[in-house]
């Protein structure tokens, strides 16, 4: 029996489902959160084999006896795991530091979380990738910007998702940049991309190959949705595209990705763009070594008819998996946000799409920025219907 330490089981709160299907594949499922006991699921206790809980789960020390007593108790740590981008590196860090060889290490974490390093193993794998700068001064920032001109895009070049993201149009909002970010975090520049990101989402075998492969798109940009304070909106496409799978498989031989559920992000021009490509080509973003956040597991499921849950622990457990997909389809995410006049109440949505209606809750806040306050997911056979959906739940009043 293999012992598998998961970390933070409770949250997202679907991530349950993850153990429940490793412990159902026989393995000896070991939880470390931050969460009382007493609080957690029924699903989720009865998922676990046992639940070791810490005060803070970014107190290295709490995690590091939780992982020592679970060894001393039940052995060798086969795998240890959290899905979860924001604990990637402290997980390869603690596989380094307990000799769990499955998974990332700490010498792996550069080039797979700094936007900067991703870039050489994108140009291995023949996909174009953006002029940057690594930021350094205001002189250097418009040195740059005379190479590849207004407007360009400055994050941190170890960050998640669009959080502290400029889009800078002019000289006075690239002083205000230089003026308000944090200094102790190292930023990168990029040249503006006018594309829909296109994603490669998969699960990857112990030999680096594709054991399931879909892909969502995002028609407006995260990062305008939280400095916008927009409404969400994404989908899981019916097929994935030939050109993002092709790329999606490059990127997993270049990165030498093995046993792991990941998401990688790439823009679809939609103009042509000097040194990059044509209107439709597919460019390299950035590389996230974990599931879509969110709901996005269940929205594959929902949209191929499968289960992801199932087919990630079949990978740990077996290598292999013989879940099926069943018919497939659109899978639409809506994400309204609070406080905007919308012509369709609650109600009328639910009258009009009720039959294809998967998941309508509210978003946790936490995750609120990037995906509105109230979520709508619905399927849809093809991409009119989706598209007709999205216009009656976004419509606003003037």
Avoid at 215 to 242: A, F, Q
Avoid at 313 to 341: L, Q, V, W, Y
Avoid at 366 to 390: H, I
Wanted: charged residues 30%; aromatic residues 14%.
């Amino acid at each position: 029996m293999k012992n598998i330490i998961f970390i933070s089981p409770n949250f997202p709160t679907n991530y349950w489902q993850f153990c429940k299907e490793l412990k159902n594949n026989g393995m000896n499922v070991l939880g470390i959160g931050d969460q009382p006991y007493d609080e957690l699921t029924d699903n989720l206790k009865n998922s676990l084999n046992e639940y070791y809980k810490v005060s803070n789960l970014e107190n290295d020390d709490e995690v590091y006896r939780a992982i020592a007593f679970f060894t001393y108790k039940y052995g060798r740590i086969d795998w240890l795991e959290s899905n979860n981008e924001y604990w990637l590196e402290r997980d390869a860090r603690f596989r380094t530091d307990f000799n769990i060889k499955s998974g990332f290490q700490e010498s792996d974490i550069a080039r797979i979380k700094y936007k900067s390093k991703m870039k050489e193993f994108y140009q291995k794998a023949g996909i174009p990738t953006a002029r940057y700068y690594l930021v350094e001064d205001l002189e250097g920032c418009l040195a740059f910007v005379k190479e590849v001109g207004y407007p360009v895009v400055a994050k941190p070049d170890n960050g998640v998702g669009a959080a502290n993201t400029y889009k800078i149009k002019d000289d006075e909002q690239m002083k205000k940049f230089i003026e308000e970010k944090d200094p102790s975090v190292p930023y990168i520049m990029e040249e503006f991309i006018n594309g829909a990101v296109n994603s490669y989402d998969a699960i990857i075998d112990s030999n680096g190959e594709p054991m399931f492969e879909t892909g969502n798109v995002s028609p407006v940009s995260i990062m305008d949705i939280v400095n916008n304070s927009d409404n969400s909106v994404y989908y899981i496409v019916k097929e994935l595209p030939e050109d993002t799978r092709r790329a999606g498989r490059a990127t997993v031989k270049s990165f030498g990705v093995k046993s792991r559920f990941v998401h990688f992000e790439f823009f679809r021009l939609l103009e042509d763009h000097e040194g990059l490509g044509k209107k439709g080509d597919v460019i390299a973003l950035e590389v996230n070594m974990r599931p879509c956040g969110g709901f996005t597991p269940d929205m594959i499921d929902f949209a191929h008819n499968t289960d992801v849950y199932k087919i990630w622990a079949d990978m740990i457990a077996f290598d292999r998996s013989t879940k099926p997909c069943g018919e497939h389809s659109f899978c639409a995410f809506a994400g309204r946000r609070d406080g905007k006049n919308f012509v369709m109440s609650h109600e009328d949505i639910m009258a009009k799409y009720g039959s294809c209606m998967k998941m309508v809750e509210r978003i946790p806040d936490v995750l609120s920025g990037a995906m509105g306050n109230q979520m709508y997911v619905a399927t849809f056979p093809t991409k009119e219907a989706m598209d007709a959906f999205y216009q009656d739940i976004l419509e606003c009043r003037e």
